[in-house]
């Protein structure tokens, strides 16, 4: 096999952060060097062209699955440097057939580094074929009890598939007692490494309103750093936290507010 890795960014559960951790961690991943790819296989509730800021392009994933078009057409290059396929809501499709999805992702991993797959939440068969074409799963959980259930519920079926789980991020982890146990418990019932716990950010919020990833936006932010801390980690580096990131952001916002 060659090219880059075939990551999917999964969950049971919807709403915890897969579509916004594949775009910062590209988009970091690419300022390390690399040469990333985020495909958005949400075809039904897609928002990576959102997550982008915004940004469209004319060929969508649909096309390229209902063999319309050649998969380098639907590949874009976003100013930040991460490479993107894009899907559309418009396009009502029947399930899509396992081997275009799959030749789809192979197409990005011949000019990739990293194919970074962002995953429709849930497990139905479309999600398993999904699955079926990435080489790892990166488990993206909350720390709630229920997203953990459902994170538990998606490790169990990767086993049972033999597709490698990489590991798990807490999204919106929050620094509180009870988080903290309901952290661990989620460890212990994922039963997966965590990689990451990502904590809550406003920041994640606002910078999709002001249409830029965070890790542009925002670079200091907590957030941010876990985040890069994670593409680091991925190409096997160190990563030295920037000191005094927090003054410098005060210092960022207070000449923000200076001059509004
Ligand atoms: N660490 C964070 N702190 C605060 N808000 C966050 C964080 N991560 C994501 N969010 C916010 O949570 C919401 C859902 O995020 P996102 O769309 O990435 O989730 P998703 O798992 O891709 O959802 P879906 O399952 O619907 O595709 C967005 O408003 C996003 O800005
Ligand atoms: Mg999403």
Partial sequence: MSGGRVIGMISGKGGVG????????GISLSELGREVTVIDTDFSASNLGVHLGR??????????????DHPSSAIFRHPTGVKAMVASNEIDMVEPDPSDIRDAVEHAREVSDYVIVDCPPGLDSTVENIMHACDELMIVTMPTQTSGINAAQIIEKAKDMRIPILGTVINMAKNDPEMEMIEREVEMMTESHIMAKVPYDIEMKKSLFENTPLVNKEPLSEASLEIQELAHRLEGQRFERPRFAKLKRGFKKLKQNVTR
């Fill in 55 to 68: 940004y469209d392009h004319p060929v969508k994933i649909q096309h390229i699955l209902e063999g319309n």
């Fill in 18 to 25: 897969k579509t916004s951790l594949s775009v910062n961690l």
